[in-house]
DNA sequence: CGATTGCATAACCATATGGTTGAATATATC
DNA sequence: GATATATTCAACCATATGGTTATGCAATCG
């Protein structure tokens, strides 16, 4: 069930830049094809197909080919994983986080 | 209070790479040196420390210089930020989740 | 003082990444 | 069949990344 190493390498890679990351928040909430969602960046098509390819190689896209057509579609499982994996940190940030509530509501006690 | 498009970048990339999840790892249990953090690779020691430096600059860790020693802890804040980035896509996989379960309990309905 | 330790920095190398342009491919349209 | 459209692919370029070894430097040890 945990995910693979490399597979949350090409997760996190793919998730470390603004481009991608804007393109899964369209696909978050519509399916879109390569020229759509190509279309807000003034880089050229062949750039952003490249990406589209990142982000179907980190599981993050899935891809549908109708006639002459790429319809591209959000696949969440590998979001779901980077969050598992985040997750288990979240007691670090949850004990600051308390910490630091703690410290606003009673300064004097620091 | 939302994390700059740059810095999430720079935590996304940060967390691309086996060797600085591990030791983020290690540091979410204890602080650690440089020395330490570099002992289990098999990788030169300033290709180490070039991995910290990296995730220091992502903000996922602090150094503390006490004499010719440097001691790393972790900051869990960008990992809290970066969290919250992928939470909201949460309701997708939820509810992808959610379709699947259905499914296995009643897969002649599909 | 001299030697050793803990670490950064510099120079270098190979490969990856993110962009470009131009050509190829397949499908639609006239 | 000819042309236009949607997209990939190939070649190329600049810069980033991940590694190396060698060097430098401050702090500690003997």
């Not at 998730?15 to 003034?42: I, N, W, Y």
């Amino acid at each position: 069930m945990v995910m693979q190493s490399l597979q949350l390498d090409r997760v996190f890679r793919a998730l470390g830049d603004p481009t991608r990351r804007a393109m899964l928040g369209r696909l978050s909430r519509q399916e879109h094809t390569v020229g759509e969602l190509a279309e807000p960046f003034k880089m050229s098509l062949a750039a952003a197909s490249k990406h589209i390819k990142t982000l179907e190689q980190a599981g993050l896209v899935r891809r549908t080919v109708r006639g002459r057509t790429h319809y591209c579609q959000l696949n969440p499982q590998p979001l779901a994983d980077a969050n598992d994996w985040l997750r288990s940190y979240e007691r670090l940030w949850t004990k600051r986080l308390a910490a630091l509530e703690a410290f606003l509501r009673h300064p004097e006690k620091e």
